[in-house]
């Protein structure tokens, strides 16, 4: 029996770490750090920004495999919420930047002023239907 669970433990353990490396690979693959470094004109702490994707990919998965209590429990899982939302939004920007999908799209409707404006209501309504699905389904 105990065979059993360290069998399927092992399993588990290099499943997940499979899958982060692949996520890792991808993050790094669109290069979202350097461009985030380039921006900030912070490219000497590219290291730091790195072990802190790392981290918080640990931690995320140990807080979602254990219950775990922290201090603090509405405020930080606001700050969680707000952290997690705004990597999720980078994440997919970087990839429809890579895709060339907003020049594509502002070719072919032939827009040269205020795309900026475009994206920042796309990033709007996103945060707004997020916030009507997380009330909606937190009052049912």
């Given amino acids: ?3 059993k669970q360290l069998l399927l433990g092992f399993l588990g353990l290099t499943s997940g770490f499979a899958v982060s490396a692949g996520v890792f690979a991808f993050v790094i693959s669109l290069g979202i750090i350097p461009r985030f470094a380039a921006k900030s004109h912070t490219n000497n702490r590219i290291i730091t ?8 990919g ?3 998965n140990i807080m979602s495999l254990f219950v ?6 509405t405020i930080l899982a606001g700050v969680f919420g707000l952290s997690a939302g705004i990597y999720t939004g980078c994440l997919a920007v970087a990839l ?5 999908t907003f020049p ?3 070719r072919r409707t032939r827009m ?3 795309q900026e ?9 996103k945060m707004a239907g997020a916030f009507y699905f997380y009330a909606h389904r937190m009052t049912q």
């Avoid at 072990?51 to 918080?56: K, S």
């Avoid at 775990?68 to 429990?73: A, D, F, K, M, R």
């Avoid at 429809?96 to 060339?100: F, G, Q, Y």
């Avoid at 404006?117 to 990033?123: C, E, I, K």
């Fill in 112 to 114: 040269k002023l205020g």
């Fill in 104 to 106: 594509i799209m502002f």
């Fill in 58 to 60: 640990m931690f995320g």
């Fill in 96 to 100: 429809a930047e890579i895709l060339n």
């Fill in 68 to 73: 775990v209590s922290l201090p603090l429990g």
């Fill in 49 to 56: 920004y790195e072990n802190a994707i790392f981290l918080g």
């Fill in 117 to 125: 404006w475009v994206l920042v209501a796309m990033a709007l309504g």
């Fill in 1 to 3: 029996m105990w065979i």
